[in-house]
């Protein structure tokens, strides 16, 4: 099996996650994307893939195919990890490249449903997938530096609250903590529009979230290689632990 090659592969990425979020501070410091970042990220991305489909054939080879020969039935050429937008998408997926797999193995199809977006709720193996199957053709793969703006209120006596990215508040109420009372006179207060004349009581500070997305997407780069190669990780180790 591909088992050790998956290891490596997935001890190498941990590494150049970590080179990574080294370039990615300086990155986000020069307020400019530079070319190393977006190469580092691409061959990462690629690399956590690679070992998904390895993972793939391992299964196929060591599952799937002694079925397929007993049954007199023809091999499966082309082998992918099975993902899927939707249930319906990754049931097609899975039929095509690991047929059977829900019982042949059903430890197995449990730990490759158990990531997909119908079972855990995020969509991180789809978006991984298919940033790279757009771009697998660029040379690099486009990234866009994105800032939001969030609000924190302290108030006398140790009270306060933070507003994040996108949260607002609205109003003709008051906001009392401690010794201290905002009141808000049908005004918007976020991020973006901080609150106006504070009483001296409250200290008011705008925080500032600075990030990279991929192009054309909502995407965050960093949350997205994070997650993904943990939960690749935990997914080679379950597998073999499986088959």
């Known amino acids: 099996m591909r088992q050790q090659s998956v290891k490596s592969i997935l001890e190498h990425a941990e590494k150049d996650l970590s080179k990574i979020k080294v370039e990615y501070k300086s990155s986000l410091h020069s307020k400019e994307i530079s070319s190393l970042l977006q190469i580092d990220v691409k061959n990462l991305m690629e690399n956590l893939r690679s070992a998904l489909d390895y993972i793939a054939h391992d299964i196929y080879e060591r599952v799937i195919k002694p079925d397929r020969i007993a049954a007199g039935e023809k091999e499966i050429k082309e082998i992918y990890f099975p993902y899927g937008k939707d249930e319906n998408g990754f049931n097609s997926r899975l039929g095509a490249c690991l047929p059977k797999l829900d019982i042949l193995c059903p430890t197995a199809f449990k730990i490759i449903e158990r990531i997909q977006p119908h079972k855990c709720g995020n969509d991180w193996l789809f978006n991984l997938c298919s940033i790279l199957n757009k771009n697998k053709h660029d040379q690099l793969s486009p990234q866009t530096r994105e800032e939001k703006r969030g609000l924190k209120l302290d108030f006398a006596g140790g009270g306060g609250f ?21 009141d808000l006179k049908g005004n918007t207060i976020s991020g973006e529009s901080p609150a106006q004349n504070l009483p001296p009581t409250i ?23 994070e997650l993904a190669t943990k939960e690749i990780k935990l997914t080679a180790n379950l597998i073999y632990s499986a088959i």
């Open 162 to 182: 933070m507003l994040g990215p996108s949260a607002v508040i609205k109003g003709t109420g008051r906001i009392i903590s401690g010794r201290g009372v905002l």
């Open 203 to 225: 200290k008011q500070r705008i925080i500032l979230w600075v990030g990279f997305r991929f192009a054309g997407t909502r995407i965050e780069v960093l949350p997205l290689l």
